[in-house]
C-alpha cells in the first residue's frame, strides 16, 4: 500500500512559477510509474504527465508541454512537478498518483493540493 501527500500548492499570478511536490511512502517507491493529474472546478480529471520508474522517460499533455518538468528523486521517495509560464487555465487541484511499473491502473493517488493562478 503506497500512501501520497501532495504539497506546495498556492496562489500565484499568471505567469509565475511553482514547484509541488509528492511524497510516497509504503512501498517500493522505483518499482512505481508516477503521474500527475489535475481537476478544475467543473471539469473532468486530465493527466498532466508522467515519469517513469527510473525517470528516465516523461510524457506530457500538449496543454503543459514545454512550461511543466516532472522530476522524481528514488533516493527520497518524491516527486516534483515544476511548473513555469503560469496561466490561469493551471488553476485546478493537483494529484499525483502511482501505478505498477509494468502496467495497471493508477491505484494509489494523493489527496490533492489546490493551484489558484490569477490573471
Known amino acids: 500500500q503506497v500512501q501520497l501527500v501532495e504539497s506546495g500548492g498556492g496562489l500565484v499570478q499568471a505567469g509565475a512559477s511553482l514547484r509541488l511536490s509528492c511524497a510516497a511512502s509504503g512501498g517500493t517507491f522505483s518499482t512505481y510509474t508516477m503521474g500527475w493529474f489535475r481537476q478544475a472546478p467543473g471539469k473532468e480529471r486530465e493527466s498532466v504527465g508522467t515519469?517513469?520508474?527510473?525517470?528516465?522517460?516523461?510524457s506530457y499533455s500538449d496543454s503543459v508541454k514545454g512550461r511543466f518538468t516532472i522530476s522524481r528523486d528514488n533516493a527520497k521517495n518524491t516527486v516534483d512537478l515544476q511548473m513555469n509560464s503560469l496561466k490561469p487555465e493551471d488553476t485546478a487541484v493537483y494529484y499525483c498518483a502511482a501505478r505498477w511499473m509494468f502496467g495497471g491502473s493508477y491505484d494509489y493517488w494523493g489527496q490533492g493540493t489546490q493551484v489558484i493562478v490569477s490573471s
Open positions: 515519469i517513469n520508474w527510473s525517470g528516465s522517460s516523461t
